[in-house]
């Protein structure tokens, strides 16, 4: 299968002569069950795919499948996508994060994930009070609950000390093994998804320039 397949891709911000391009002529094909590195510099368009890909926001021109469908939002449902930041409930505590997190995903709520993910949180502090790294941490164990078939994770190794991110990246990997979850995750930084992806995007200026195998990519440069 695929999981996300772009034609000449295109997102103006702004309107008329003055508008500014995000994203243009975007052309590629990720194939599902895959750990995918989205990487580009600040400002090159990422986060503006990632919206895209999620059914937050739509592209001026061309077209984007997800999960098979012409209409991302269409299939959010099936969707997990952590924003660079990380919208949560700072009044809410962990722990009614979490209750609220099975309370929205009937049925299909995976808790024994989350809350191994979520473990070494405090329960009972507000997310108000947590560290970057620990709000990182509560939105993935969220994320991970939901049992998406693609999650969109916008930098989400940014706030991670070296240790977290391993065993973070070691537990998203495992998700996509055990379930063939697509997983494409962004980041100016290469070296910080090295090693955990099989799929690289580069996106430079707006546009999407190099993508395919990491073997292939790595052993060619
Ligand atoms: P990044 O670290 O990925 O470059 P930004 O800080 O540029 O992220 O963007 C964070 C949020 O602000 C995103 O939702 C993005 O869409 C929005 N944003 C970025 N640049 C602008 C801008 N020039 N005008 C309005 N919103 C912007
Ligand atoms: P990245 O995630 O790679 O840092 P973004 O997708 O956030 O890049 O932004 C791509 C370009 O679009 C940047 O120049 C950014 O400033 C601009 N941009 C992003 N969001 C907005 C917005 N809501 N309004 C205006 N410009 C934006």
Redesign the pocket.
Known sequence: GVAIEARGLART??RGGGG?R?LHDCSFRLPAGRVCALV?P???????LLNLAAGLDRPGAGTLSVLGSRDPAAVRGRIAHVAQDKPLYPQLTVADTLWAGAELNPGRWDRATADRVAGTLPGTARVRALSGGQRTRLALALALGKRPELMLLDEPMADLDPLARHELMGVLMAEAAEHGTSIVM?SHILTELEGACDYLLFVDGGRVRLGGEAEDIVSAH
């Open positions: 911000y702004g500014h995000a580009g600040n400002g090159a368009g990422k986060s503006t962004s």
